[in-house]
């Protein structure tokens, strides 16, 4: 199978799929190495496909078109993460990403693709099970995520909950 023909295949999985396809399992089906599998990921992200890599594996943001997205800027401790996550989802957000900004790398991003309670238990689970440092470890608790909801009320109302329980920090960016 030629490398087109490989990216079409990608697509159409990520497009079928409710949730994150590994890479281990699309270099399976594709009969290739995982290495090109991210070589074909980083070609269709830059052909412009909206291609998120996620911890439990890849996405299509197939409602990039239709979500309103906002990056607030948030601190709270190791403890609160588990709250300040379903404070959002639970005001009708998900939560695209986490972004802090390190004096040596600069901005630096983790995709998180965050929608139900069970995905963030998942999260959480993983990051106290693992000896991996949260990114917001590195910055005294202080980073920014970027926000999706259907609207921008909706923004507005997560905002207003995530400044409620004292997680919200003034800067707010619009993307």
Known sequence: MDGDMRREFILKVLNDSTGPISGAYLAKELKVSRQIVVQDIALLRASGYDLLATARGYILN???NIM???VVLVQHSHEELEDELHTIIDNGGRVRNVIISHAVY???VGDLMLKTRR???QFVDKVNETSATPLM???NGMHMHTIEAGSEEELDIIE????KKGYLRDTTLQE
Do not use: D, F, H, Y
Request: glycine share 6%; no cysteine; aromatic share 0%.
């Open 62 to 64: 197939k409602e990039a």
């Open 137 to 139: 470890q590195l910055t």
């Open 68 to 70: 309103k997205a906002r």
């Open 119 to 121: 995905e963030i238990k």
């Open 106 to 108: 600069g901005e630096l």
């Open 160 to 163: 207003e909950e995530l400044n």
